[in-house]
């Protein structure tokens, strides 16, 4: 289901899926760039699958907001993110266009770290749900003794 | 026919301000923020997001708070609201086998690979009121997570041909926001209107099939309940990325068996899945689903409600019913004043005729 490994697709879902405020605290200054689409909130409908591997049916929407934007290089970036904040949209569409300049080598590092941070927020959030792992015993009846 | 009336402008926004004060309660108490309602309110926000059909935290938190805590209101504002937004597309289906599980649980299995995890759950819980619960509380415990894949129980199952098989289907989904309900329904379509429809009559028709109204003897082969990454496919980039990340729960039930003297008996599916954390709705709906593939299966329809389509899709919504059933408080004066004066004639014809009857 998942496409091949790709850098970009890695980064755009890193983006994503970072809280807005972490991301710009990780990058609080945006260089100068134009819109080529301004941030829009709509909905994308999720589907689910019948019976988990079956045919696909929609399960309910969720809030997503996207932009598109150009550096003065004339590098475009698109971001598509979870919510409704539009500065998040566009900080991730900049950063997608970033990426794909020599700037890739600044940004790499503050990247990691925000993977960093959503890897240990799961990370505990199994380490918890490890520790109410269980073992169930059935008990020998009275009257099979 | 109804017919509209005007007026009374004055009076409603008077009406309206007192709800806002209402609303606020208490000046002398803090406003309660939208974060603590998304924070310690999370069970109802998650059923404000499952039944407003709309995956947003924060929106369904605002919600609750706009509707003093009215649940059916609160769906009511976010589906509004959805109305409001363009549809940028559809996801990729969910790959619900790859979740990051907070639980999962097997009522057939006790060992089952990857094993038995409680979670943050209820059960077990004495259910006696904590008059002292403390502010600030001791961390959860910690274990090394074991990295095995979490397989499906009915996979197990399935394996073996115990189970009825999924066939791989990648039909496009029907979808009842864009297109009205049209019967007979297929299961994709009556999956949608469950996941949205209302917990409250979900659990009354799940549990009537258990007392014999439509009984199809079901076990929870597995409830899950844990984080997916939602994937779409951006047509300007030509490929899919993730786009966020949702909470689920997910119910598999092993279900009496189908089978004849050419084709084994195998148990067959009922599924559930519904966002956010909700694992009674999510029971429910599997119980809801199987009763309704009665005709699929070959089985007999006894009458019972849950086995309707018609009648469990028509009545799920709790949006289209609380609608219809409110609507009749407000003022219908000339539609009432004609049944009005319908019965002053009838009356006063059975006078006349019983007047002439006595002459």
Not at chain 2, 172 to 189: G, I, K, Q, S, Y
Request: proline share 7%; net charge negative; hydrophobic share 40%.
């Amino acid at each position: 289901m998942s496409a091949p490994p790709d850098p970009r697709r890695d980064w755009l879902s890193l983006m994503a899926r970072s809280a807005p405020e972490r991301l710009a605290e990780v990058l609080p200054d945006l260089p100068a760039h134009a819109l080529l689409r301004a941030p829009e909130t709509g909905t994308v409908m999720v589907q689910g699958r019948v019976s988990a591997t079956g045919a696909p049916f929609n399960l309910g929407e969720m809030t997503v907001t996207r932009c598109a934007i150009r550096l003065d290089c004339g590098t475009v970036g698109h971001g598509h993110v979870q919510g409704r904040s539009h500065a998040h949209a566009r900080r991730a569409a900049v950063v997608d266009a970033l990426m794909q300049t020599d700037e890739a080598p600044r940004l790499t590092p503050l990247l990691e770290g925000l993977r960093t941070t959503a890897q240990a927020a799961r990370d505990l959030r199994a380490a918890k749900a490890a520790a109410t792992r269980v073992e169930f015993f059935t008990l020998q009846r009275g009257e099979d003794a | 026919m109804y017919v509209a009336v005007k007026g009374g402008e004055r009076a409603i926004d008077n009406a309206h301000a007192w709800l806002a004060e209402e609303r606020r309660g208490d000046p002398d108490l803090p406003l309660m923020s939208v974060a603590q309602i998304r924070a310690q309110m999370t069970l109802a926000v998650n059923r404000v997001m499952a039944e407003g059909s709309l995956y947003d935290p924060d929106l369904a938190a605002l919600a609750i708070r706009q509707a003093r805590g009215d649940l059916i209101e609160a769906v009511f504002l976010i589906r509004a609201y959805r109305t409001t937004l363009p549809r940028l597309g559809a996801s990729v289906p969910l790959d619900t086998g790859a979740m990051a599980v907070d639980r999962r649980v097997s009522a057939t299995f006790k060992d089952l690979p990857g094993g038995q995890v409680l979670g943050p759950t209820f059960d077990y819980t004495h259910r006696l009121l904590d008059f002292a619960e403390a502010a600030a509380v001791d961390p959860a415990p910690l274990a090394q997570p074991d990295p095995a894949p979490l397989p499906h129980v009915t996979q197990i199952l399935d394996r073996d041909g115990l189970i009825e098989p999924i066939a791989p289907d990648d039909s496009p989904a029907p979808d009842l926001t864009r297109e009205p309900l049209e019967l007979p329904a297929c299961r994709a379509l009556r999956l949608q209107a469950l996941a949205r429809g209302d917990e409250g009559f979900l659990l009354s028709l799940a549990y009537s099939t258990q007392r014999g109204y439509g009984r199809t003897h079901a076990f929870v082969g597995e409830l899950r309940i844990g984080r997916v990454a939602v994937e779409m496919e951006i047509p300007e980039l030509g490929f899919s990325i993730e786009i966020g990340e949702i909470e689920l729960t997910e119910c598999e039930t092993v279900n009496q068996f189908k089978g004849s003297r050419l084709e084994p008996a195998q148990f067959t599916r009922g599924y559930g899945l519904v966002p956010g954390q909700s694992e009674r709705k999510a029971i429910a709906m599997s119980l809801v689903d199987r009763a309704l593939r009665w005709q699929e299966l070959g089985e007999d329809f006894t009458g019972a409600p849950a086995q309707d389509a018609e009648f469990v899709l028509s009545h799920c919504d709790n949006i289209q019913a609380t609608g219809f059933l409110e609507h009749i408080k407000l003022p219908h004066y000339v539609d009432f004043q004609a049944e009005l004066e319908l019965v002053r004639r009838l009356r006063a014809d059975a006078h006349t005729a019983l007047q002439e009857a006595a002459e």
